[in-house]
Structure formats: structure tokens, C-alpha cells
T-cell receptor, first 113, second 114 residues
Framework: DQQVKQNSPSLSVQEGRISILNCDYT??????FLWYKKYPAEGPTFLIS?????DKNEDGRFTVFLNKSAKHLSLHIVPSQPGDSAVYFC????????????FGGGTRLMVKP | NAGVMQNPRHLVRRRGQEARLRCSPM?????VYWYRQLPEEGLKFMVY????????ESGMPKERFSAEFPKEGPSILRIQQVVRGDSAAYFC????????????FGSGTRLTVV
């Protein structure tokens, strides 16, 4: 029962172009969403988050969009840089589930110079 | 400014042995979480602890796995009688309190069962 899904296991983008990573969820109780970035042999690093009361949050080159009716969120990276190459995980939490995060399976982003 | 410290980074155990994974949270963080990442999968929640208390262990396998976060010292994830299927990366995270957006992850312990 995968409550958070990232349907694209990998994505390849040219440097300078936009990267769009997608995430779908099924649990309507989720009210906070996060994106983490992970390099090999390291732990996930928090990137950006969004509360369910918003539909957009921006931080520099990174923007997260939330479509509650579609239970869909996306992470936009523009312009993409080779250093952005990593695995990106979306995660969700629900107020009634304490502090537990439910993660998607990840999308490997490759930004080509 | 030490982050979340996990050790060892790599651990090799034979089937049937015990594995002990340690996690020291960030300074000032009183909440510890353990997650497991199986090969080619996302991270799966295992257990959430505060000092001397298990708050949520809904993700822990019913047998062979246990976790503690004593008053003094690191949090320990213990796996008894390891099997090949326990081979995974185990990540610890800590937060000051409250909500998931405060998480900081450690670099993980990669357990290999041979």
C-alpha cells in the first residue's frame, strides 16, 4: 500500500533547462509535504517543503507546487545544474500520525552538462 | 557543529549474528527516528523515540528488531539473528520537537548480511 508514489524512477535533463519531478499521494490526511535530495552514500538532505494550506512555495531555483484536489505535488528546478544530479524523494506527513514521514520511492535526476 | 552521527558507516554480519546500529542526534534534538532503505526503494519508517520512551514503533518488524534511546548516550537499533533480507541502509534522523519538517538525517549505516 504505497501512499506516496514517484512514478518516474529516473529523469535526464540538459543543464540550464527545467527539471520537473512529480509525486502523487493517496492519503487525504497528509497535510505537510517535503522534498529531500540524496547523494550516494549520504543521508537525505531537506530541500523544500509545503503546507497543505498553500499551493506553491519557492526557494531560489526550487519551487514546489501542490494540487490538493489531484493529490499531486511537483518540484521544479530551474535552471538545472550538474550538481543537482541526485535522487529526489518526496515525503508526506499527517498531523494525526505524529512525526512519521511517508516517503516515495525516489526519482534519480541526471543533469547533463 | 556536528550533525546526526551514525556509526558504524558499514557493518558486515554473518547470518544469525546481532547487529547494533548507533545514532547520536544533533545537539538540542530530543526526538530520534529510524528509517530503513532497501535496495532500489524509498525510506520506510521504523520507529520514533524520545529519551527513554518509544513513541511509535508501528514500522518495526515484530521480531528480532528493537530500539532504545536511553537517558544518556546514543539511540541504538538492535537486530538480533540477522538474515540476508535485513541487508539495507539504516538512517537515523533527529528533530528538536514536534513536526516532520524539523528532521535532519545522518549518513546512514549500511548493513550487509553474508
Amino acid at each position: 500500500d504505497q501512499q506516496v508514489k514517484q512514478n518516474s524512477p529516473s529523469l535526464s535533463v540538459q543543464e540550464g533547462r527545467i527539471s520537473i519531478l512529480n509525486c502523487d499521494y493517496t492519503n487525504s490526511m497528509f497535510d505537510y509535504f517535503l522534498w529531500y535530495k540524496k547523494y550516494p552514500a549520504e543521508g537525505p538532505t531537506f530541500l523544500i517543503s509545503i503546507s497543505s494550506i498553500k499551493d506553491k512555495n519557492e526557494d531560489g531555483r526550487f519551487t514546489v507546487f501542490l494540487n490538493k484536489s489531484a493529490k499531486h505535488l511537483s518540484l521544479h528546478i530551474v535552471p538545472s545544474q550538474p550538481g543537482d544530479s541526485a535522487v529526489y524523494f518526496c515525503a508526506a506527513s499527517a498531523r494525526n500520525a505524529g512525526n512519521m514521514l511517508t516517503f516515495g520511492g525516489g526519482t534519480r535526476l541526471m543533469v547533463k552538462p | 557543529n556536528a550533525g546526526v552521527m551514525q556509526n558504524p558507516r558499514h557493518l558486515v554480519r554473518r547470518r544469525g549474528q546481532e547487529a547494533r546500529l548507533r545514532c547520536s542526534p544533533m545537539k538540542g534534538h530530543s526526538h530520534v527516528y529510524w528509517y530503513r532503505q532497501l535496495p532500489e526503494e524509498g525510506l520506510k519508517f521504523m520507529v520514533y523515540l524520545q529519551k527513554e520512551n518509544i513513541i511509535d514503533e508501528s514500522g518495526m518488524p515484530k521480531e528480532r528488531f528493537s530500539a532504545e534511546f536511553p537517558k544518556e548516550g546514543p539511540s541504538i537499533l538492535r537486530i538480533q539473528q540477522v538474515v540476508r533480507g535485513d541487508s539495507a541502509a539504516y538512517f537515523c534522523a533527529s528533530s528538536p520537537a514536534g513536526l516532520g519538517y524539523g528532521y535532519t538525517f545522518g549518513s546512514g549505516t549500511r548493513l550487509t548480511v553474508v
